[in-house]
């Protein structure tokens, strides 16, 4: 089992900037890849990064040149940061884990909300 625990979420204003941490517990070992998915109100959840526990990333294409996801292994958390933000970037933010089994875990959500 793998327990993920999103935090960083808020208001911002366009343009601002925001950071989100996801700290991973449990059978950490397990863990092959993590990542950031959103989804908005009416809209089905879509990909915002991954990164493997190796260091690549992948991102979608509405944040590719905004945000950045990275990866602490000795804290077993990983950070999606994001800058330039939209109002289009407002969602509730979930956590995702991958393990070596290919089980799927999410967190809570942290809701981002983008708007003057």
């Known amino acids: 089992q793998v327990q993920l625990v999103e935090s960083g979420g808020g208001l911002v204003q366009p343009g601002g900037s925001l950071r989100l941490s996801c700290v991973a517990s449990?059978?950490?070992?397990?863990?092959?890849?993590m990542g950031w998915y959103r989804q908005a109100p009416g809209k089905e959840r879509e990909l915002v990064a991954g990164?493997?526990?190796?260091?690549?990333?992948n991102y979608g294409d509405s944040v590719k040149g905004r945000f950045t996801i990275s990866r602490d292994n000795a804290k077993n958390t990983a950070y999606l940061q994001m800058n330039s933000l939209k109002p289009e970037d407002t969602a509730v933010y979930y956590c995702?884990?991958?393990?070596?089994?290919?089980?799927?875990?999410w967190g809570q959500g942290t809701q981002v909300t983008v708007s003057s």
């Open positions: 449990g059978s950490i070992f397990s863990i092959k890849s």
């Open positions: 995702n884990a991958v393990t070596i089994s290919s089980k799927t875990y």
């Open positions: 990164i493997t526990r190796g260091g690549p990333t």
